[in-house]
């Protein structure tokens, strides 16, 4: 089927429709593009909340499936945003903002201890990273997530 506007899309059958390609397992060279952002999300446990530093990728590794890479866009495509998951209250999110924050900001070159918070959590703005992509399953289809961060170096 040829597609020469967007009705064409609109009509096509679902089952049809391409999904996007997953990040190539490896890692990355990332700076962090901009400021946080805490958002929520329905589940079925109810809304959670979680903080998301959005990322760029500067630089594929060796260990990285270039020609991979090339088919699901390259280095400009959106790279996944660290996320930190909060939790349902306030008790659950006092309890796991640490998970992975102290880790993230220190990975970015930052302080975390003897700073607010607040603080450690703007300080990693334009800060550079390593991240480490694996693959999962979301709803049946692959997706790219972040195993871990560490410092460039």
Request: glycine share 8%.
């Amino acid at each position: 089927m040829a597609i020469s506007n967007f009705n064409d899309i609109l009509n096509m059958p679902t089952e049809s429709l391409p999904q996007p390609k997953p990040w190539p397992v490896g890692t990355y060279e990332v700076v962090v593009s901009g400021h946080y952002e805490k958002k929520a999300m329905n589940t079925k446990n109810g809304e959670a909340e979680r903080i998301h530093f959005p990322l760029r990728a500067l630089k594929a590794m060796p260990d990285v499936d270039l020609t991979a890479l090339a088919e699901m866009g390259g280095l400009e495509e959106k790279f996944p945003d660290y996320t930190i998951w909060l939790g349902y209250n306030d008790e659950e999110a006092l309890k796991n903002i640490g998970r992975g924050t102290k880790e993230f900001v220190e990975a970015c070159g930052q302080t975390f201890d003897g700073v607010p918070l607040k603080v450690a959590l703007e300080s990693v703005i334009n800060a550079r990273c390593m991240v480490a992509m694996k693959h999962g399953e979301y709803n049946g289809r692959p997706v790219a997530n972040i195993a871990r961060v560490f410092k460039v170096g």
